[in-house]
């Protein structure tokens, strides 16, 4: 099991040294890899009755800038978007700006990609919410032809791209595409497309069964054992340090072959205190 740091972006804010601090603690801790979380906007719950999620004040790094920049800081590290709110992003875009983010790292780029859940950020960024689950995987589809081939004439429903394409490639070739999400229809992508499933919940029964689940769609797709990874997440603010074994265990009981330790919420302070915490994990 490969393990990795989610970045605690909600609670470390944008002191540059203290970033840099915890990104050489996860690399000199000897972590595989470091993911972040993506958000491009944060809605004002002022108006909104029972918005219970992330709002304005909750700090989000641009998910390409951050991994460049830690890329700098910490090289060696896989670097991981866990995950990347596809949908309302130009396809085109993502895909260069991810071949020049894979080929700086020397190939050691990580995309996780999902529909999300929040309209705000398609109506600011002007794409469709409603249609998202429906566009998402013809731009995975897309994504892997301009990382693939040196040209490119794709006709879909949704995109057009006419005899051309990226240069400079990026070293992976394509980038791996994990999927996030929980839904059903997300299980079923990730089987029949993913790279790996990001699930989201702990590791008990159900998730063994969801796990399963997208080992079998795997399987119908004709794809071979094996071919779609699991990253559990193991939330400190859920699981004390007392029972970080035995959730690790749990977690490779139901198929993990990567696991992030997640120490937002718990109650730090300072900087310092996640750094401790990645240390002693």
């Known amino acids: 099991m490969r393990i990795g740091a989610i970045f605690p972006q909600l609670e470390i804010g944008t002191d540059l040294a203290e970033m840099r601090a915890y990104l050489e603690a996860v690399r000199d801790a000897g972590y595989d890899h470091l993911a972040i979380y993506d958000h491009v906007l944060g809605a004002d719950p002022a108006d909104r009755p029972g918005w219970d999620r992330y709002t304005h004040e909750d700090s989000f790094h641009e998910v390409f800038v951050f991994l460049a920049w830690a890329a700098a800081v910490v090289p060696g590290l896989e670097l991981v978007v866990d995950v990347l709110v596809l949908p309302q992003r130009q396809t085109a875009l993502v895909a260069k700006q991810a071949a020049t983010l894979d080929l ?5 780029l990580r995309l996780g990609v999902g ?3 929040n309209a705000v950020e398609y109506e600011a960024l002007g794409e469709s919410f409603g249609t998202r689950g429906a566009r998402v995987e013809e731009q995975i589809a897309l994504l892997r032809a301009l990382w693939t081939d040196r040209v490119v004439t794709f006709a879909g429903q949704h995109h057009t791209v006419t005899a051309a394409g990226l240069h400079p490639m990026p070293v992976q070739r394509p980038i791996p595409v994990w999927i996030g999400g929980g839904a059903g229809v997300t299980l079923r992508r990730a089987g029949r497309l993913g790279d790996g499933w990001f699930p989201q919940g702990a ?3 159900d ?3 969801k796990i399963a689940q997208v080992h079998a769609h795997a399987a119908d797709a004709g794809r071979p054992p094996g071919a779609v990874g699991i990253q559990g997440l193991l939330r400190h603010a859920a699981t004390p340090p007392e029972e970080w074994v035995e959730e690790i265990g749990r977690w490779s009981a139901v198929g993990a072959t990567h696991l992030g330790i997640d120490t ?5 302070a300072s900087v310092e205190d ?3 915490a990645v240390r002693r994990f």
């Open 207 to 209: 998730m063994a069964e």
């Open 104 to 108: 700086l790292t020397g190939g050691r």
């Open 203 to 205: 590791p008990d029964a």
């Open 274 to 276: 996640h750094i401790d």
């Open 115 to 117: 529909v999300g859940w």
């Open 264 to 268: 937002m919420r718990a109650g730090y």
